[in-house]
């Protein structure tokens, strides 16, 4: 099987910054796009951040010019840097990652997701 465990969350003032990592464990024949979603209480979760195998990205506009999303192929590993981080980025925030992997003689994607991590910022 295959686990995405996240670390980095916190609890950061105004202004501040946190980085996020994600790592990919298991049985991985490859991993495609990777992204980073959150969900603030009572809202519904959105994408914040996704990289694809190549490097390419896409941001929430809201997060755009403050975070910034990077993968190490070698590591399995998504990294978030959030800066200029505000209130209103409070939320738990979700590995996402489409691995292909073995299922029996051939190879199917599978869409996985961490555990969450914890991210306040404090006025």
């Known amino acids: 099987q295959v686990q995405l465990v996240e670390s980095g969350g916190g609890l950061v003032q105004a202004g501040g910054s946190l980085r996020l990592s994600c790592a990919a464990s298991?049985?991985?024949?490859?991993?495609?796009?990777m992204g980073w979603y959150r969900q603030a209480p009572g809202k519904q979760r959105e994408l914040v951040a996704a990289?694809?195998?190549?490097?390419?990205?896409n941001y929430a506009d809201s997060v755009k010019g403050r975070f910034t999303i990077s993968r190490d192929n070698a590591r399995n590993t998504v990294y978030l840097q959030m800066n200029s981080l505000k209130p209103e980025d409070t939320a738990v925030y979700y590995c996402?990652?489409?691995?292909?992997?073995?299922?029996?003689?051939?190879?199917?994607?599978?869409?996985?997701w961490g555990q969450g991590t914890q991210v306040t910022v404090s006025s």
């Open positions: 990289i694809t195998s190549g490097g390419s990205t």
């Open positions: 298991g049985s991985i024949f490859s991993i495609n796009a």
């Open positions: 996402n990652a489409v691995i292909t992997r073995w299922n029996t003689m051939r190879l199917d994607e599978y869409e996985y």
